[in-house]
Nanobody, 127 residues
Framework: QVQLVESGGGSVQAGGSLRLSCVAS????????GAWFRQTPGKERERVAN???????GYADSVKGRFTISRDNAKKTLYLEMNSLKPEDTAMYYC?????????????????????WGQGTQVTVSS
């Protein structure tokens, strides 16, 4: 059974930084598409960033230039480095994964395209 466990959330002031981590267990393949989504109350879960097994990344326009997604296959870990945080970045952040080719990941923007999910980690940015 695949489990994803996020960590690294917290409270920071605007302009600050956080690094989220997502460790996978029960999954041995490196050919997967990994992503970070976020959700605020009353809104749909939105993709923040995703990364394919070829290392190609994609970002939501709202976080481009501020957030960086990366992966360490040896550690089975997905990361999200968040800099220049804004109050509007406040949300519950979820990591997600799906066994997939790199080509699949290029357009994997929707939560329905992912199979495995973490429990979420809260990020709160104060002004």
């Amino acid at each position: 059974q695949v489990q994803l466990v996020e960590s690294g959330g917290g409270s920071v002031q605007a302009g600050g930084s956080l690094r989220l981590s997502c460790v996978a267990s029960g999954y041995t393949r490196n050919a997967y598409c990994g992503a970070w989504f976020r959700q605020t109350p009353g809104k749909e879960r939105e993709r923040v960033a995703n990364i394919g097994s070829d290392g190609r990344t994609g970002y939501a326009d709202s976080v481009k230039g501020r957030f960086t997604i990366s992966r360490d296959n040896a550690k089975k870990t997905l990361y999200l480095e968040m800099n220049s945080l804004k109050p509007e970045d406040t949300a519950m952040y979820y990591c997600a994964a799906v066994p997939a080719t790199p080509a699949y990941c290029y357009t994997a923007y929707n939560q329905a395209q992912y199979v495995y999910w973490g429990q979420g980690t809260q990020v709160t940015v104060s002004s």
